[in-house]
């Protein structure tokens, strides 16, 4: 019974979320679709639609209801099979750990565009922070930290 409850109310704060997002843009964004009528190509409706607040607040938003689900399923004492709560502890570790990875080589990156540098000796610290980070992961296992 309270595993039910706990379900009920997760889908329950993603369509208050979802409401209140639904609110609080409508009337703010007005925009005319510009990349179906073949003025530009794709990539640069790609690169329009990647510009967008509105994109990466669903983008994270879906990544968000995404870990949600894989933590209910792997730690909810739900009635599933062993393998499909092993497969979403491994997929929930696995998005961590690019999400991680993703934040530490962007930020690097970015930081050392703000700096000055070009575009591939930012690339170049960036590779090496993720680099020291995996470093960092093998030694801890070594270890037997985890």
Do not use: C, E, K
């Not at 309270?2 to 964004?29: D, E, K, N, Y």
């Not at 709560?85 to 050392?112: C, E, Q």
């Not at 070009?118 to 960092?136: D, E, I, N, P, Y």
């Amino acid at each position: 019974m309270p595993q039910s409850t706990f379900v009920a109310s997760f889908l329950l704060g993603i369509i208050l979320v979802a409401a209140l997002i639904g609110l609080l843009s409508r009337g703010r964004f007005r925009y005319t679709p510009s990349f179906g009528n073949g003025d530009g190509d794709l990539a640069t409706g790609i690169l329009t639609l990647a510009r967008r607040p509105v994109t990466w607040t669903v983008s994270f938003l879906a990544v968000a209801m995404f870990a949600g689900i894989a933590t209910v399923l792997a730690v909810g004492g739900f009635d599933v099979s062993p393998s499909v709560a092993g497969g979403a502890t491994a997929l929930l570790a696995a998005v961590g750990t690019i999400v991680l990875v993703g934040y530490v080589f962007y930020g690097t990156f970015v930081a050392a565009r703000s700096r000055g540098l070009h575009a591939a000796q930012a690339a170049a610290f960036g590779s090496w922070a993720v680099g020291l980070l995996v470093l960092v992961a093998v030694a801890a296992s070594l270890v037997g930290l985890f």
